[in-house]
């Protein structure tokens, strides 16, 4: 069965360096987001992508983050300068349409 | 601001009996309906879903009941099963933007 793939699985970084996660979304879908769980908190949406471009972000995503499609496979988000309240999990999902989302297995990223 | 209230962080249950996962929301744009099963260190697992047209779907042991009018929903494992355990997230999505926007989660213990 197809399934959403991240790497790394743990990512540990000095604030303010900057970290790119990575993704693999289900080949035919058409929709990436992001989200981040900090530990103990909900769901956080983060952004989507769609067509090469960002459809929808919220507050969290400032200038310190970016998202990229860079080939046909991976959609990674980048944070430019990590701060302290960026540690969190952080999930991509991928969707054929805007229903359901796939998860894939998240990356823990420490910022110390 | 909470648009998605899962009020009871935690739900201990009898293996063999019902388990119900309630959820509420505030937001009347909210057109479609997710509930998510999430293991430990694993991402967010898609396991049932319902449009707002809609006041009932049932996927095996697995039903959601949608009460538009009361803003309310809820999850129906029967019957529960060891393996049910996780935190059920309930998750929402916005028609005028397609976000999905998440409750706090649940965690379903299933006693032996």
């Known amino acids: 069965e197809p399934e959403v793939t991240q790497t790394p699985s743990h990512q540990v970084t000095q604030m303010g360096q900057e970290v790119i996660l990575r993704c693999v979304p289900i080949?035919?879908?058409?929709?990436f987001y992001w989200y981040r769980q900090i530990l103990g908190q909900k769901v956080e949406f983060l952004v989507s992508f769609y067509n090469n471009e960002i459809s929808e972000k919220s507050e969290i995503f400032d200038d310190q983050f970016s998202v990229e499609r860079p080939d046909g496979s991976n959609f990674t988000l980048k944070i430019r300068s990590t701060k302290l309240e960026d540690s969190a999990m952080y999930f991509c999902?991928?969707?054929?349409?805007?229903?359901?989302?796939?998860f894939g297995p998240g990356t823990r990223l420490t910022v110390l | 601001d909470q648009q998605v209230k899962q009020n009871s962080p935690s739900l201990s249950v009898q293996e063999g009996r019902i388990s119900i996962l309630n959820c509420d929301y505030t937001?009347?744009?909210?057109?479609?309906f997710l509930w998510y099963k999430k293991y430990p260190a694993e991402g967010p697992t898609f396991l049932i879903s319902?449009?707002?047209i809609k006041d009932k779907n049932e996927d095996g042991r697995f039903t959601v009941f949608l009460n538009k009018s009361a803003k309310h929903l809820s999850l129906h494992i029967v019957p529960s099963q060891p393996g049910d355990s996780a935190v059920y997230f309930c998750a929402a999505r916005d028609g005028s933007n397609y976000q999905l926007i998440w409750g706090a989660g649940t965690k379903l213990i299933i006693k032996p």
């Open positions: 080949s035919n879908h058409l929709y």
């Open positions: 999902a991928s969707s054929e349409a805007f229903y359901e989302q796939f």
């Open positions: 319902i449009s707002s």
């Open positions: 937001n009347s744009m909210f057109d479609y």
